[in-house]
């Protein structure tokens, strides 16, 4: 039985089908989420991370395998995300050097009286750190929910929302660079935010597409009826002149699979992941997949993003396109939080087609999934949301640089080449001086001696001299251009009222 429910009475465009037949409840915690990108991970030290409100630490063995544990040590509950990776393999907690393997066993209690007390101790299940099914797919790092054995059951019979054509062994597949940040905004609202074209021209105006010339009608066509586990999907028409279709599929707990088809064949998707990480926060984990047509031609991705580069430099640009609407979404959370009175609907105003899909998305979320996120006891949900003034907002350090190993090592590079530029410009600014001093010196000795006339030291130096001076600026220069860039892996501010 299919029927249709209408958010606002003056808006019947906005009817989404919904599936009435009995199904559970979301569960939230029986699911998979991406939490890290492997490859930019440093393995000599375990990062602390979070999930659903849980503070876990990841950490990698000898043996190449990455686990997730609670990011506390059992003996005192100190942070094991403090702690360290030792060169046997395993997890040491920094505070009293109990040791762990990657199944969370504790294997060494140093403060025991001796060796037969210490594996007496660890062989109780209390000394165990508490795991959670984790695995490796498509270059993510997946983590189950739930720990335990029964979880270690359950989660084999789901799998991670991963990207089928990525399965494919195929040349017509061109992977993209992954992208990570934490975002400070929710993860309701980065959902409903990429359920939402209609912002893009408009939001990244100059980026992609026109506030002015791109902000038109289209529908939104309901193609995949909305169901618990498996959410829902929109055809958006008209799409633009080169686009035979464009699919927006938004798939529980972490994807949106935006998936537009060139008439000529050629596919370009985005992979967008969310994971709620705490109140007022999501980690975006991202990615563009190029599909070649039928000819071999690779679609056009997505602005400068589609072009060839660097993974660090690809990461660096993003801010352009994240901070473009990342003061909206920080600030729209906190102004529904508090007028949200009942339903979502009651707040907001979606009088047009466009905004199918984010009602379609609270439809799902308040009646699929319990209305809000089922944060981990111990998380204080009734504390305000996060407010960051605005230049907390654009910090790019500790929500991606920090963490990214990638960037990490090309910010050490550039901070080198700063140095480099600087000292060569200080070396010609020297050469310069010298030349100049020895022309001089030359000519005072010549003039002395009579052999050329004393006005001919007003002559202009050497071309030596201005060659190096030259240098010197042009070191000097690149110095600066290096100094300003590093700092877009720490901040980019970003001001709508100056994107012209």
Known sequence: MTTKINFQGDMDNASIPLNQNKEEVFQWTKQWYPVAVVDFLDPSRPHAIQLLGKDLVLWRDSLSKWSIFEDCCPHRLAPLSEGRVESDGTLLCAYHAWRFDSQGNCVSIPQSKDQQTSSKHCSNSKSSAISYPTQERQGLLWVWAESGSEAQLESQLRTPRIIPELEENSNRVVHLFWNIRDLPYGWDFFMENVADPAHVPVSHHG??????????????????????????????????????????????????????????????????????????????????????????????????????MPTWLGHVLSSLFLHQDLVFLHYQQKILAKRQKGQWVNAVYTPNPQDKMVIAFRQWLEKKAGGSIPWASGCNTDLPLPELDKQKLFDVWTTHTQYCQVCKDALKNIKRLRVLAYGLSILCLCVAVILDARAIAVKAALASANQIPASLLTVFPHIGFWWALGGAALFLLLGYLLDKFSRLFYVYEFEHAHND
């Not at 066509?221 to 959410?231: A, D, H, N, P, W």
């Not at 972490?254 to 370009?268: E, F």
């Open 207 to 308: 980026l992609v597409g026109n506030r002015y010339k791109d902000a038109n009608y289209y529908d939104m066509l309901c193609i995949k009826q909305m169901s618990t586990q498996e959410g829902f999907s929109f055809e958006i028409t008209p799409t633009a002149p080169t686009i035979s279709q464009a699919i927006h599929d938004f798939q529980p707990p972490c994807q949106m699979r935006i998936v537009s088809t060139s008439k000529d064949g050629g596919k370009l998707i985005l992979a967008l992941y969310a994971t709620p990480t705490r109140p007022g926060w999501c980690r975006h984990i991202g990615c563009q997949v190029l599909v070649k047509n039928e000819m071999g031609k690779t679609p056009k991705g997505l602005g400068v993003f589609g072009l060839p």
